[in-house]
Each structure stands twice: as structure tokens, then as C-alpha cells.
């Protein structure tokens, strides 16, 4: 489970129409890669672009498959920022996972799962064959088949007792289809309040303005997580720009 004052509440923050209310801001960069990984700017460039901004939290998300070779660089370079920016910025080192079809349902391993401050499930390529929808290397789901996939893995994440945000909801199918029909959004959005999960207002992935009025008809008890996916140091902060306009003018 998320620390309690991280577990941002979305009717304390938006409206009915899914408008930021004014005067609240969540200073909080939630999705953040590095150059472990696929990112191009090293761990401490994002955390002084943080610092910049004034953000209070920077969450690094790094991927975390089975078998990283990054696994304990990562994990030691953010662990050492953590404690050298101690009262200056609060850094949570994350891992961002991919949700599989099968027994064990994330690609990961239990020594990152255990070492993780949270671990964000997301779906990523509805047409690997490991995630169950590659039915040879030139298939691309259409879009009921690509909507259909990602719905079933997001509901296993909104229930896997080891994920704590929803990564990129529909971002699989955003990339190629467009916006989501709106029932699939409250379907996982009910979900995962009902399990104690937040989901990524991602603004990477998908039209935030859109999700965000998507997320105000859900009811009660979702939480949000605001998140770049922030590939370079310069994209750290994006999330809380664009979805609290109002604080970052």
C-alpha cells in the first residue's frame, strides 16, 4: 500500500467535471524512467530538475523485468539519492512491471518486488507473445481485440496484491486506437479504488483532460497518481503542469 499521505484522493483534487480545484496541486512527479533502462537522462538530472520545479516527491519507475542487468545499479543509485536529498526531496525508488497472462502474473522477480518503495503494473505491447496476444511476429490486435487484452490484464493488476498503482491504463490501446470507450476507464477505475490502488493519470499515454473527466464519474474512493512516464530529466514535472495548470502559472 502507498504511504497515506501519497495516497492522493481524486475528489480532493478535481471536480465533478474532472476540473482541478482551485488551489490544489499534487507536487508530485510519479513516473519516472532513468538511463538504466530505456530513459535517457541519468537518476540525479531528474532529481535536480525536480528540485527546480519544486516538487515535493519524485517517484522513479524504472522498468524491472526478469533478468535486468540494471536491477542493482538502479536500485543502489536511487537508494543513495534517497538519502543525499533527505529533507530536500522526497524520492521514492519504484519499479514499473509488466503484466503477464499465466500463474505469475508479473515480469519481474521477488528480490525487486521486496526492495521496491512501490511497484506500478502496466500493460506494454499488446502484441508480445508473452502477454498472450501474438498470434505470430506481424500481429496487431484491432481494436476490440486490442480493448478486450488490455481490460483483462488491467483487471488482474487492480487486484495483484503486489502492484500499487495502474501504470498507463489503456495507453496500449491509446497509442493505436485512440481514447478508450469511456465504460472500460470506470470499469478498472472502480476496481482498483475498490482493491486500495491508484491509477496513473499518465499524460504520456493518453489525453489527460479527457481521462481526468472519465475518472470524475467513477464515484467515490479513486485515487490518482500523476504520472510524465518521463523518459528525459526535462519531461520530470509534466504530469503536475498540465494537470494543475492553475499552480504551475
Known amino acids: 500500500m502507498l ?8 475528489s480532493d483534487y478535481f471536480d465533478e467535471r474532472g476540473r482541478a480545484r482551485p488551489g490544489c496541486c499534487a507536487r508530485i512527479e510519479g513516473h519516472a524512467h532513468t538511463s538504466h533502462a530505456d530513459g535517457y537522462s541519468p ?17 522513479f519507475a524504472e522498468h524491472m523485468r526478469r533478468g535486468a542487468p540494471w536491477r542493482d545499479a538502479y536500485f543502489e543509485e536511487v537508494e543513495a539519492l534517497r538519502d543525499e536529498y533527505r529533507g530536500r526531496l522526497r524520492i521514492l525508488c519504484g519499479i514499473e512491471v509488466t503484466a503477464l497472462r499465466g500463474p505469475d ?21 499488446l502484441w508480445a507473445a508473452a502477454q498472450g496476444m501474438g498470434i505470430d511476429p506481424f500481429h496487431r490486435p484491432g481494436a476490440h481485440e486490442a480493448l478486450d487484452g488490455e481490460s483483462e490484464l488491467l483487471r488482474s493488476l487492480a487486484v495483484d496484491p503486489r502492484v500499487h498503482v495502474i501504470g498507463h491504463p489503456f495507453g496500449a490501446y491509446y497509442e493505436r486506437h485512440g481514447c478508450p470507450p469511456a465504460h472500460a476507464v470506470l470499469e478498472i477505475a472502480r476496481l482498483a479504488a475498490d482493491n486500495g490502488k491508484a491509477i496513473e493519470i499518465n499524460v504520456r499515454h493518453m489525453d489527460a483532460g479527457w481521462f481526468a473527466r472519465c475518472l470524475a464519474q467513477a464515484g467515490p474512493g479513486v485515487l490518482f497518481w500523476p504520472a510524465s512516464d518521463a523518459h528525459l530529466a526535462r519531461h520530470v514535472g509534466r504530469a503536475a503542469s498540465v494537470l494543475f495548470p492553475d499552480d504551475a502559472a
Not at 3 to 10: A, G, I, S, T, Y
Open 3 to 10: 504511504p497515506h499521505d501519497l495516497r492522493f484522493l481524486f
Open 43 to 59: 537518476a540525479r538530472d531528474c532529481v535536480r530538475r525536480a528540485l527546480e520545479l519544486g516538487l515535493d516527491t519524485l517517484a
Open 105 to 125: 502474473a508479473l515480469d519481474t522477480d521477488p528480490e525487486s518486488l521486496e526492495r521496491a518503495d512501490f511497484v506500478a503494473g502496466s500493460v506494454h505491447g
